[in-house]
Structures are given as structure tokens and as C-alpha cells.
């Protein structure tokens, strides 16, 4: 049984899901998205944000009916901006990801003497140099200091 159409009340359905709605709502998710990630939007994200977008309009007319038409572009723009932000997330993931793992299996796939000799090359420079060996010879001069108080100071140096 239908419910009589009141007076002064009217059907929000056909204009919440209208072509000029959609387009407005795309439209401010996509300039929203274009300032936080400082770059446009390619074709394939332009295609998922408007599938995602299409998807919460009728998930948001499903659950919440005949609100007035503000509350419910309110809920299918932050329902779908929180979606489509976790998107690019993921995107973003997974283009790190994959250089990674390109440099990687390309040091799995090096012969071992090139490997073996990248390992000790990086082995020894890490080494420092060894400390001058102190000269302990005994001078003839008998100005300079004896051979016992040279031997504690070469003793203390170290």
C-alpha cells in the first residue's frame, strides 16, 4: 500500500540521484582529492571515484530513505571520501612496494663472486686505519727527553 502524497512534500529520490546531483558531488570530490594530493586525478581514479561515489549514493539512500537531500549528499560525500582516500593509500603502498622488491630480486638473481665481492668491499671500508707505530729509538742527543719517559708517554697516548 503507497502513502498518500502530502501536501507541500515531495520525493527526494529523483533529484538525489539526478545527473546534475552526481556530477556536483563528483565534481567536489575530485577538486578535494586534487588539493590534498597537490596533483589531478588520471582517468582510472576519475573512473573509481565515480564508481565509488555511485555505489554510496545508493548504500546511503538504502539506510537512511527520504532525509532532506543536504543530509544525504553530506553522508555519500564523506562516506565516499573516506573510501576513496584509503584507495589511494593502498595505491601508494603498493608503488613502494614494488621498487623494493625490484631491487631486491635483482640482488638475488647477482652471481655469488659479484655478490662475494660487493660484501667485502663494503667489509673493509669499514675498517679504520691503524694507529702510526710510536718511534722508540733511543737518541744519542742528550738534550732530548730519556728513553723511560718517552716509553710512558707513548704508554699514556694509547
Known amino acids: 500500500m503507497s502513502r498518500p502524497v502530502q501536501q507541500g512534500y515531495s520525493s527526494v529520490k529523483p533529484i538525489f540521484f539526478s545527473d546534475k546531483n552526481f556530477n556536483t558531488l563528483q565534481t567536489v ?9 597537490r596533483s589531478s586525478l588520471d582517468e582510472q581514479q576519475i573512473n573509481r571515484l565515480s564508481k565509488t561515489l555511485d555505489h554510496y549514493l545508493n548504500q546511503v539512500y538504502q539506510k537512511q530513505g527520504e532525509k532532506p537531500i543536504q543530509d544525504l549528499n553530506k553522508e555519500v560525500l564523506s562516506a565516499t571520501a573516506k573510501d576513496f582516500s584509503q584507495y589511494l593509500q593502498r595505491k601508494d603502498v603498493t608503488k613502494n612496494t614494488s621498487a623494493v622488491k625490484n631491487v631486491m630480486d635483482e640482488s638475488l638473481y647477482q652471481d655469488t663472486a659479484t655478490r662475494f665481492e660487493r660484501l667485502t668491499q663494503d667489509r673493509n671500508e669499514v675498517k679504520a686505519l691503524p694507529p702510526p707505530i ?25
Open 134 to 158: 710510536p718511534d722508540f729509538r733511543i737518541s744519542l742527543d742528550e738534550d732530548g727527553p730519556p728513553a723511560a719517559e718517552m716509553f710512558e708517554r707513548a704508554k699514556k697516548q694509547r
Open 29 to 37: 570530490l575530485v577538486q578535494d582529492f586534487q588539493q590534498r594530493t
